[in-house]
């Protein structure tokens, strides 16, 4: 798929994300303002069946007539004998319970003009319920002033928005599992492509590497096969090293192939043995010096160690210090200019090897120990290889209870250090 394709997906998926969250958030409203205005229904219903009571109970033989306090003004007093305080303060519990409305009010009688009030609740509340939205009028018990009475919660809006906060959180909750979800599908959509390749790579590579030797021993051959060119012994010396030659290096591809595949099955067995590190170590300089003094380049050789007498793999570890030593011949663009060091630390041998190469980036130090991984350059690799060496050299190492470690920086060189232990605990390793 190509990579417009991609983003214009993931940002239509990113845009309907958002769209599913504000439609929420609108839903979320719109309910609560729902359960606000069912509330304010049934309130007023409520409100409104008192004052009927009231007004039903007026004719009522036998009620005892509300006593206004000595220090009653006359209007007071008129008001409050026509609108009992006591009575309309039962009823309203009684009809506030029969709709079940259970949360705490206040109350209160008041002229809405003059803002004067006559009964109910006092104090710094008193202003609420002068200003609250749940009143009716009591004109039908009084008829000489405009009264109302008017009603108070004081924890309204937090009763309210408690109602629907479940909801908000099992919403939020699916929102981020569809959110974590759609980023955990593009991330590993992202990770599958990249694999894929990867492999590409990897056989392009496999079938360049191939193809070079083979061609080289069938023209060999063929000479071989001319009569012609069967007169000198010489001349048929040299096609035969040449067959010979090639047919190793094939020999070492397809063995480098091969033992990768027993990594991965981890099947691969450890032959522990006590050697010279040093010695080891020397081979594989010398088996690179000629190479590198051939481009006028520099190795150099510091057996710093005291310790250097190893119990482990002597073949896996000399794969791996030539595999290292390959790789910074390999990646130093022109003279190679090259120092491996041993020294002692923590009770382990660290075998490091300083390169002034070419670098690897920051974030592509992280993905080198990964198989088949090599970084990126662009279209064409100029250097071969089919990104096993690193993956082998961590795998053996940390089958040796050791570790790898990479400094580099772009264009001006790296450094990796194996650390592994002078003692391998077990005797025999399988993976
Ligand atoms: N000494 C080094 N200097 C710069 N880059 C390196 C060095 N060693 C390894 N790399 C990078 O790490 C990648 C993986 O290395 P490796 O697994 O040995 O694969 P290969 O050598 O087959 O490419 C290489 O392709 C290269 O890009
Ligand atoms: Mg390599």
Redesign the pocket.
């Known amino acids: 798929m190509k990579k417009s394709t991609i983003a214009v997906i993931i940002s239509l998926a990113a845009l309907a994300l958002i769209g599913i969250i504000i439609i929420q958030v609108y839903w979320m409203r719109n309910a609560l303002k729902l359960q606000e205005e069912l509330f304010d229904n049934s309130v007023s219903v409520t409100m409104k069946s008192v004052v009927n009571r009231m007004f039903d109970e007026r004719t009522t033989p036998g009620l005892e007539p509300f006593v206004c306090s000595p220090d009653c003004d006359h209007r007071t007093q008129q008001i409050l004998s026509a609108i009992n305080p006591i009575r309309l303060d039962s009823l309203m519990h009684e009809e506030f319970d029969g709709m079940e409305i259970t949360r705490q009010y206040v109350w209160g009688v008041f002229d809405p003009s003059t803002r004067t009030f006559f009964a109910g609740e006092r104090g710094n509340r008193t202003n609420k319920i002068l200003t609250s939205g749940h009143r009716v009028s009591l004109s039908c018990l009084y008829k000489s002033e405009q009264l109302m009475l008017g009603v108070y919660f004081p924890n309204e809006s937090d009763v309210l928005i408690w109602k629907i906060v479940p909801w908000m959180i099992v919403s939020l909750v699916f929102v981020l599992v569809v959110a974590f979800a759609f980023s955990f599908m593009i991330f590993s959509f992202m990770r599958q492509k990249k694999l894929s390749e990867i492999k590409s790579d990897f056989v392009n590579n496999m079938t360049h590497e191939l193809k070079t030797p083979i061609s080289t021993i069938s023209l060999a051959s063929e000479m071989l096969l001319n009569p012609i060119n069967m007169v000198s012994e010489e001349k048929t010396r040299k096609y035969a090293r040449m067959i010979f030659d090639e047919n190793q290096r094939l020999q070492q591809q397809v063995d480098q192939v091969l033992q990768i595949s027993v990594l991965e099955q981890g099947t691969f067995k450890l032959d522990l043995t006590n050697f010279n590190a040093h010695t080891i170590i020397d081979q594989c300089v010398t088996r690179f010096e000629l190479a590198i003094k051939n481009t006028n380049g520099t190795i150099r050789f510091h057996p710093d160690a005291h310790d250097f007498q190893l119990n482990a793999d002597v073949n896996h570890f000399q794969n791996i210090v030539c595999?290292?030593l390959?790789?910074?011949v390999?990646?130093?663009s022109g003279k190679a200019d090259i120092t491996v060091t041993t020294r002692n630390e923590d009770g382990m041998l660290v075998i490091g090897?300083v390169?002034k190469?070419?670098?690897?980036s920051h974030d592509?130090q992280k993905m080198?120990?990964e198989k088949l991984?090599?970084?990126p350059?662009g279209n064409r690799?100029d250097?071969?290889?089919?990104?096993?060496?690193?993956?082998?050299?961590k795998t053996i190492t940390e089958a040796l209870n050791g570790k790898v470690k990479v400094r580099?920086e772009l264009n001006k060189?790296?450094v990796?250090e194996v650390f592994l232990p002078l003692n391998v605990s077990v005797a025999t390793y399988e993976g």
């Open positions: 595999n290292l390959d790789n910074a390999k990646y130093s090897l390169d190469g070419i670098g690897i592509n080198i120990f991984y090599r970084v350059t690799h250097v071969k290889g089919f990104g096993l060496g690193l993956y082998y050299v580099s060189g790296s990796f």
